[in-house]
Nanobody, 129 residues
Framework: QVQLLESGGGEVQAGESLTLSCAAS????????TGWLRQAPGKEREFVAA????????YYSDSIKGRFTISRDNARDMVYLHMNDLKPEDAAVYYC??????????????????????WGQGTRVAVSS
């Protein structure tokens, strides 16, 4: 269906910004939405943000709302996660993922990692205090 490749991770200090990119290739069909999820050591994978293919509707987790912004460039088949005011608790491996059908209820966004159909390999973000 599609292959996803994340980039842009790195190590920053608390309060700094970072932008992650997700490049899609080999696409054979449009997704319903692309999401960013993250997993810190010893923790469950958690939803961060998602954006619909068409219209650009977005959805954010409360933990990052107001600090992170998700955007997409359909012409380049790229999705970005702009992260501002990073905190040590934001440190994790960030994954880009897509789901091809809307999830029942709400606005259709998947917020559980099991609801996503395809994943990238992840990019690591470290935040020092």
């Amino acid at each position: 269906q599609v292959q996803l490749l994340e980039s842009g991770g790195g190590e920053v200090q608390a309060g700094e910004s970072l932008t992650l990119s997700c490049a899609a290739s080999g696409r054979t069909m449009r997704s319903f939405a692309t999401g960013w999820l993250r997993q810190a050591p010893g923790k469950e994978r958690e939803f961060v943000a998602a954006i619909k293919w068409g219209g650009g509707g977005t959805y954010y987790s409360d933990s990052i709302k107001g600090r992170f912004t998700i955007s997409r460039d359909n012409a380049r088949d790229m999705v970005y996660l702009h992260m501002n005011d990073l905190k040590p608790e934001d440190a994790a491996v960030y994954y880009c993922a897509e789901h091809f059908t809307p999830v029942t209820g709400g606005r259709g966004f998947a917020t559980e990692w099991t609801q996503y159909d395809t994943w990238g390999q992840g990019t690591r973000v470290a935040v020092s205090s």
